[in-house]
């Protein structure tokens, strides 16, 4: 096949993702909205006035509001990530979804570009919610906002795929409840997105180490330093694995034949 | 179904967004960008670890640690810059540091306590507050001598010598006093209440003021010192979710271009960051745990404090006025001075 038509279909799938994303101007806010009131009210009730004791990446002490955006910023991404995998219940349920699959390109190249394209709507927003950061007066060194893509990503990516994966378990929109309690808060809320790991430790050991495994907790602290322009092997290493077995995990369960799509008739 | 409901539109948005995509990959394998080389060397003395460490402002890491007498505190450079004199308190004495190789070279008995020094500009004196005695030696350092003994109230403890070596303020913390020292009689010819524990004392570059910082009141009293030697105004500090009684004034630094005041504020954490001029509280600049002591380099470009409870140096850049890097030292660190 030749290149032109894959690009079309690339373009065709990232432009309807980002079309739906700018005309829906409600999501769009909900999707500020909630990392900003993490910021603007959670940080607030939980400053630490005396600061956060000095730990990688960062040179010098912080206050908490600046620790929690890298945190905030995985959040954006996760729940963008979910929202991506809801659209794609809703398809199946709508029907609309077998457009999709009879298209003549692979299923896995298909599936790469839906995920490519949901990261961008990820990145549209993490962007915008830097920039309100920035005004509020949390501002990372300048290149660290480029450094910062890469991992986006990454992350994008590693989240997209766990929500591809997840469509493909879930028959219907009503279970996504389901996904809500069991998959974004307990990788939300154990990571290391709210507080430091040692702060944590000092917690509990056992939610600690919970903590220390989720790969959630690699990719906020792969956002965290290149957002100031440090390089973590370990958390891009882990990301980079856990997106790649995420997504060929997806890839299997969208197909008809080995798949779960097989077994619940999607 | 269709996925492209907009072509053109499409094609502008995504393209648009791939662009960046590639170009922050390309960034992201770039270098880092290192601070802004400073040939200078920063002196720290860590009061429990007997020790002074010293910093290089290129690198901002210790290159050298120089093992000095028990309980150093405050410092200060010989006239001629060739030496580093330090107040060792638990060994009543002035370790005297030669600054070609880092070594103690010599130490001057101090009398008791010594625990801030201040040098004369125009004669070879040095002055010390004897905490235990109630005094201010004199001492003359290229004599090893002492000259002379001036009482003060109880308690001396912070040192502020005028630009032009006419005047040095002593401030008592047990009296909450400043004595103000005429040098050519050698004796205290004013006194005048301050704050609560009164700690430091440093002159406005042209002479005009002196900033009484004090501990437990939380404030800096700025003096006059050209007519009446009274307080002229009270600085109070107020750091937002900040308990009030961790707000403790210490370290007070001035810039010589007469625009900015830098005072430390102890266990909260904070360096206060006033405008000379209108006495405003301009910022707080959150540092390491309880800090203590400041000191601008040569050309004010960069602030150093020293964090006591936390062990360690934090650099504040001037222009911007943040906290860019905090260096590790040894424990307790107390004073810090920039090699001029």
Partial sequence: ????????????????????????????????????????????????ALGVAMTEPYQTYILYEVYIVPGLVGMIQLFNGMQSSLSMVYDREMGSMRVLLVSPFPRWYLLVCKLLASTLVSVVQVYVFLAIAWVYGIQAPALGYFYLLPALLVTGFMVGALGLLLSSLIRQLENFAGVMNFVIF???????????????????????????????????????????ERFNAEAVTISVTVAAVLLALAILGYNPSRGMMARKGG | MSFLTRRGAT???????????????????????????????????????????????????????????????????????????????????????????????????????????????????????????????????????????????????????????????????????????????????????????????????DGREAWVSAEIAGTVSVLDMQETFDIKHTIRFDVPGVPRETVQAVGVELTSDGRYAFVALGPSNRVAVIDQQSYEVLDYILVGQRVWHLALNADESRLYTTNGVSGDVTMIEIDGLRAVRSIPVGRFPWGVIVEP
């Fill in chain 1, 1 to 48: 096949m030749r290149p032109m038509p894959w690009l079309h279909c690339l373009r065709g799938v990232v432009g309807r993702e980002l079309l739906r994303f700018l005309h829906q101007r409600s999501r769009f806010l909900a999707a500020l909205v909630r990392p900003l009131v993490w910021l603007f009210v959670f940080a607030t009730g939980f400053r630490m």
């Fill in chain 1, 186 to 228: 307990p990788m939300f809320f154990l990571s290391s997105a709210l507080y430091p790991l040692w702060r944590i430790r000092e917690g509990s050991y056992l939610v600690y180490q919970i903590a220390a495994l989720n790969p959630f907790t690699h990719a906020v602290e792969m956002i965290r330093f290149a957002l100031y």
């Fill in chain 2, 11 to 205: 094609r502008t948005v995504a393209q648009g967004l791939l662009g960046p995509v590639m170009g922050g990959l390309f960034l992201g394998g770039l270098a880092l960008v290192p601070l802004t080389a400073q040939a200078e060397r920063i002196f720290v003395s860590n009061e429990k670890d007997n020790t002074v460490s010293v910093i290089d402002g290129a690198s901002l890491e210790v290159i050298e640690t120089i093992r000095v007498g028990r309980r150093p505190r405050a410092m200060a450079f010989s006239s001629d810059g060739s030496e580093l004199f330090v107040a060792v308190g638990d060994d009543e004495s002035i370790d005297m540091i030669d600054l070609e190789t880092l070594k103690v070279v010599r130490s001057q008995s101090s009398g008791e306590d010594p625990e801030v020094i201040r040098v004369d500009p125009n004669r070879p004196y040095v002055y010390v507050s004897n905490e235990d005695d109630n005094i201010v030696s004199v001492l003359d350092y290229e004599r090893r001598s002492l000259v002379t003994e001036i009482p003060v109230g109880v308690e001396p403890e912070g040192l502020g010598i005028s630009p032009d070596g006419r005047w040095l303020i002593s401030t008592t913390e047990t009296s909450n006093m400043a004595h103000i020292i005429d040098l050519e009689a050698m004796e205290a010819v004013h006194h005048r209440l301050v704050g609560a524990r009164p700690r430091h004392v440093e002159f406005t570059h």
